[in-house]
């Protein structure tokens, strides 16, 4: 027998085991998923969703144990950027390291110094949200410069952006589209625009969600790189598009750099994973590449030597002539990559991205239909610059021109203050109910004891602009429930049933 036959009888079975153990990760509408029972089945907020075929691309891989980023990586790196519309995408060990990546990258002493974000130089992104949007602000030297959130959206409130700039201080703008709904990018695209910032998007929540507006507007904000593209992608299915005088495009490709997380509960997974997307400015990707491959100077791909064809011919800081370029470090970086394997897997989950992305809309839809009674009691989260939600499915938008199509991380509801319950309520009974449930990660921010100890430790560290309601309310009112595609219509429901009994009975006490 060969060991081709071998690796073959191998795969043969791994796909056989994994049919046998995994129906419960199948997508939700597949009809192998593992029963559903009430009450005994958990209901995650969020979980891994995959078959047969990603178990055998992770056992396949490992068995040519390559191991490090190589070929399944490159490729994955490629499909990716092909997939979003974007000049390059890096693959990292995850969202959070992607985040740190991005921001170092803006360090570097490559560019220009008007342009570099150096120690001391601040950053403005917005006080609700996930820790390591925030963190690498910090951990990079430079200073966040927290503004509100609006509750209904979970994202930033634009109008205090202007009152968080400072001439010649302000370098960046950074910050999350929450939960699968993107932030006001029109809006901030203009101010980046105006004094010439760096907007880095955190796309970890939000791969698949569209950004769209007029064309003579895009123009005006530079979105050149997008029109050329929709230009290209004419017969394509895929975004940016230009219709009856509309640019549609994927969040994460209107900034300058972006991020995604491949972590479990996000839209496509490899386990751990992440990836930093150089969307326009094509040297970014040098720099980014560097600050995740330990500093080197050396751009060379993992096992190969000498891609610059003068690999002894270097002289850089105060190193002699002729070291060995493979060796020479112009940054302070990390080693953040991910494994061959962890892309292999990837790859297979990218191809059920787009069907990934329908059901994370249908879901939302689904509870929201089911959980429509209790408007007097939740506010439920509407797209950004949509003011209705319609039963059929559709919005109502605002002035501005611009629409949002959300590919849902969670359903976010923020309960109100007259309810005849409290957020922490139905979370105790969601638990007992097995109904994985969540807050909108680390609520106001400047309230996580590590933002406390640093404003203490160095009161010049961070700055806040205004009281942050927006931020407060939303930590203390505000949850989400799943949208994952491995909800089963019986899942759905259970959520809407439990969830409707529960506050009827609390309304009639």
């Known amino acids: ?36 029972t009430a009450g005994e089945t958990t209901v ?29 990586g ?42 570099r974000i150096k120690p001391g130089d601040e950053v403005i992104t917005v006080a609700a949200g996930f820790p390591t949007t925030v963190a690498p602000i910090v951990q990079v030297g430079a200073v966040p410069v927290f503004i509100d959130a609006k509750p209904l959206t979970g994202n930033v409130d634009v109008a205090y952006l202007e009152q968080a700039f400072v001439k010649g201080k302000t370098k960046a703008v950074m ?50 790189h997008l029109l050329k593209l929709a230009e290209k992608r004419e017969q394509d299915e895929n975004y940016p598009t230009v219709k009856d005088g509309i640019l549609t495009a994927y969040t994460g490709t209107f900034g300058d750099i972006s991020t995604q997380s491949f972590y479990p509960p996000h839209h496509l997974t490899m386990g751990e994973g992440g990836s930093v997307n150089i969307v326009k400015r094509a040297p970014l990707k040098t720099y980014a590449e560097s600050f995740r491959d330990w500093g080197r100077d050396c751009w060379c791909p993992s096992g190969k030597d000498d891609t610059c064809c003068k690999r002894f011919q270097w002289q850089l800081g105060e190193l002699p002539e002729g070291y060995d370029h493979k060796y020479i470090y112009s940054h302070l970086g990390f080693n953040v990559k991910p494994l061959d394997t962890q892309a292999a897997i990837g790859r297979v989950q990218l191809k059920r991205l787009t069907s990934f992305i329908e059901a994370r809309k249908q879901n939302w839809q689904k509870l929201r239909l089911g959980l429509a009674s209790l408007e007097q009691y939740i506010d439920f989260a509407l797209p950004t610059h949509a003011t209705k939600w319609n039963e059929d ?54 309230k996580q004891p590590a933002f406390v100890q640093l404003r203490h430790d160095r009161p010049d560290a961070m700055r806040i602009v205004g009281d942050l309601p927006g931020a407060d309310r939303i930590m203390e009112y505000t949850m989400f429930l799943g949208t994952y595609p491995g909800l089963t219509d019986e899942m759905i429901q259970y959520m809407v049933d439990v969830i409707v009994a529960f506050a009827n009975e609390k309304a009639s006490i």
Request: contains cysteine.
């Open 1 to 36: 027998m060969s060991a081709e036959d071998i690796k073959e009888e191998i795969l043969r079975l791994t796909r056989e085991y994994s049919r046998m153990t995994h129906s419960a990760n199948r997508p939700g509408q597949d009809e192998q998923h593992a029963p559903f």
């Open 44 to 72: 995650p907020y969020a979980a891994r969703v995959f078959d047969e075929d990603e178990v055998e691309a992770a056992v396949s891989s490992t068995l040519d144990f390559w191991l490090t980023l190589g070929s399944e």
């Open 74 to 115: 490159a490729a994955m790196e490629k499909e990716l950027a092909d997939f979003m519309g974007v000049k390059h995408c890096l693959l990292v060990n995850s969202g959070s390291s992607a985040n740190l990546v991005a921001i170092s990258a803006l360090t570097t002493h490559k560019l220009p110094d008007h342009k």
């Open 175 to 224: 910050m999350a589209h929450a939960l699968g709904n993107p932030f006001e990018l029109g809006a901030i695209l203009a101010f980046c625009q105006k004094h010439d910032l760096w907007l880095i998007e955190d796309n970890c929540d939000a791969l698949g969600c569209t950004y769209s507006l007029p064309v003579e507007e895009a123009q005006q904000l530079g979105l050149d």
């Open 393 to 446: 499915g559709s919005f109502e938008w605002d002035e501005t021109g611009h629409q949002t199509d959300c590919s849902w991380f969670g359903f976010k509801m923020t309960i109100k203050a007259d309810a005849p319950f409290t957020r922490t309520d139905l979370a105790r009974h969601l638990d007992e109910k097995k109904i994985g449930n969540r807050m909108l990660f680390g609520g106001n921010l400047v």
